[in-house]
């Protein structure tokens, strides 16, 4: 695995793979790399002649008072895992090397919408970081196809809606979730718990299960969703979210049957995300509130 830091040899090295035709394939990562992040990796290897992984603790989708500072930095164990995972390339600018005139200069691509609500909503201007930082992955790079979890599912959602807005020959992909043996969804800032916290979190997990199978079985999206709230206080979460959107993160209607069942809470110093499908039956007396 080739380790670069510089654009113009990330850019040269790519143009050598291009010229003979080969497809590139891109995993965006903020590293502290975990088996989600290597699930990405390998969907990667099956389908791309080279394999890209970025990465890169983005300073503008973090928020005043988030944890910018604390994120963990393993570039060592990163690359060892990229390595034994069957990746070509590892690309891992400095800030300045993308944000050269700093972040308050920078230019934006903000995705309207999407992005608003649900994560982007307790944290603003999230999303004009990730989108933003994207994008300039994707001119950097030009892949033929990028992979994203779906335990992000709302940033899957705005990916897809800029590459589809702005017309990038991009084909993105969306893996499923990685989950520990006891559900809970594999993320970097798990390590942020203590070990009676991590006792707790798949009770996120599990609360949502419990929900799924309730609106499955046409209870009120209302009444389920008031309950799961109270769940959640119960097991010792604050939530932040919980929330029944379509597929496309829009308002469940009584015409929907496909959706998405998202949820944020704090557990502790970590906020933790999930999601699962639903399959809403024609019944269910549909409603988005909280």
Known sequence: MHTLRDISELRHTLREHRLRGQR????????????????????ARQSADVVVASLFVNPMQFGPGEDLDAYPR?????????????????????????????LDAQTLVHVPE????????????????????????????????????????????????????????????????????????LSS?????????RAVAPALYQTLCSLRDALEHGESVEQVLH?????LYDAGFTPDYLE?????????????????????????????IDNLSVQLPAATNASHQR
Not at 25 to 40: C, F, K, Q, W
């Open 74 to 102: 393993t570039f060592e164990a990163d690359q060892t895992q990229l390595t034994e995972a069957g990746c070509d390339i590892l690309f891992s600018p400095t800030v300045s090397a993308l944000y050269p005139d700093g």
């Open 24 to 43: 590139i394939a891109l995993v965006p990562t903020m590293g502290n790399l975990h088996a989600g992040h290597l699930a990405l990796v390998a969907r």
């Open 189 to 197: 800032r798990n390590g942020y718990l203590s070990q009676q916290e």
């Open 114 to 185: 999407m992005g608003e609500g649900l994560c982007g909503g307790s944290r603003p201007g999230h999303f004009d970081g990730v989108s933003t930082v994207v994008s300039m992955l994707f001119n950097l790079v030009q892949p033929d196809v990028a992979f994203f979890g779906q335990k992000d599912y709302q940033q899957l959602a705005v990916i897809r809606k800029m590459v589809s807005d702005l017309h990038l020959p991009i084909e993105i992909i969306g893996v499923p979730i990685v989950r520990a043996e006891d559900g809970l969804a």
């Open 227 to 231: 309950r799961g709230h109270t769940a």
């Open 244 to 272: 029944l959107r379509d597929t496309m993160l829009g308002p469940v209607t009584p015409s929907t049957r496909h959706a998405v069942l998202l949820a944020a809470a704090h557990l502790g110093p970590a906020r933790l």
